[in-house]
């Protein structure tokens, strides 16, 4: 009886009950227990709120003001107690997620439909940023992000297979260039650099066996965007680093040929995450179970 909240409920409950033993059973607890809390409030606010004889019990006029906003007020409360307890057990409110352009594009968007439908009473509110943004820090729910940069102290589920880089060019870039064989000679290549908004241009990654190499390339193209950098290979402007599942039909039409694949091994692919599996939501586990990867 010692926070506030309990002691105005259980003032409700006597002012409503007109008896101090009637309340005290409603609530399980002693009789004078239940009268020292109240008169403790009382103390507080510096007013009497109940009039009190051996035979009953009732509320001063000061006692009735505080019933008439008391009310009211508790109901609202334990509606919205009520209404957060239902998260837990029916997919309703609103889910905030993270997640980079590319995982927007190839793991959300073939299933977006589906979750609309599914669970028309979710809102699923993204933000693509491809900059590792703190999930907590910025009011997120959870986030979509490579597994090599998810902290060990967040739960991640797998939403894409592992993914493989290809090291591409145009048949007309190879007509005049030699075809790298080894990844340094990606240095006398002109090569189409991609980086992340607000992040440096990445560097280039190769995998094979115990020996790994990150070769920051060269090239006077530089784009933000996946989606530029095939076409400018396509066009012929240079080499690209892409994930294969990109590129696939550019790769059986010919319009792209591959090199180095045997320095582009697999590496896992996307996660989503979020902070804890404790009083998870409805809302969130339902977009885990929509875009959870299942072999």
């Known amino acids: 009886m010692r926070d506030e909240l309990s002691v105005l409920s259980a003032f409700l409950v006597v002012a409503e009950e007109r008896s101090f033993t009637k309340a005290a059973k409603q609530l399980n607890i002693s009789t004078s227990g239940l009268s ?5 409030l009382e103390e507080q606010i510096g007013v009497r709120l109940l009039t009190r004889t051996t035979r009953s019990v009732s509320p001063t006029d000061a006692g009735e003001q505080l019933l008439a906003h008391l009310r009211p007020a508790l109901a609202d409360i334990r509606a919205t107690l009520t209404n957060l307890s239902g998260l ?30 599914d669970y028309p009473d979710v809102e699923l509110d993204i933000t693509t940023d491809d ?41 007309a870039y190879f007509a005049l260039h030699a075809k790298p064989t080894a990844p340094r000679d990606v240095l006398q290549h002109r090569c189409i650099g991609f980086r992340h908004r607000g992040e440096s ?38 080499l690209a680093w892409v994930a294969e599942d990109r590129i696939v039909q550019h790769l059986a039409t010919g319009a792209l040929v591959r090199v180095l694949e045997d320095w582009c091994p697999p590496f896992p692919g996307f996660f989503l995450y979020y902070p804890s599996r404790k009083q998870q939501p409805a809302a969130l586990a339902a977009v885990i179970d929509t875009f959870r990867f299942t072999n």
């Open 36 to 40: 020292h809390a109240i008169r403790r």
């Open 201 to 238: 241009k990445y560097r280039w990654e190769f995998d094979k066996g115990d020996q790994s190499l990150a070769i920051s390339v060269s090239g006077s193209l530089n784009v933000d965007d996946l989606d530029l950098v095939i076409q400018a290979a396509l066009d012929g402007a240079g």
């Open 88 to 117: 837990q057990t029916k997919p309703v409110g609103r889910v905030r997620l993270l997640c980079p352009r590319l995982a927007a594009k190839t793991v959300l968007a073939p299933g977006l439909g589906r979750f609309a439908r």
């Open 131 to 171: 900059s590792r943004v703190d999930l907590v820090s910025a009011g997120f729910d959870a986030g979509i992000q490579f597994g090599e940069y998810i902290a060990q102290d967040m739960v991640a589920v797998r939403v894409s297979p592992d993914l493989r880089p290809a090291i591409v060019g145009a048949p």
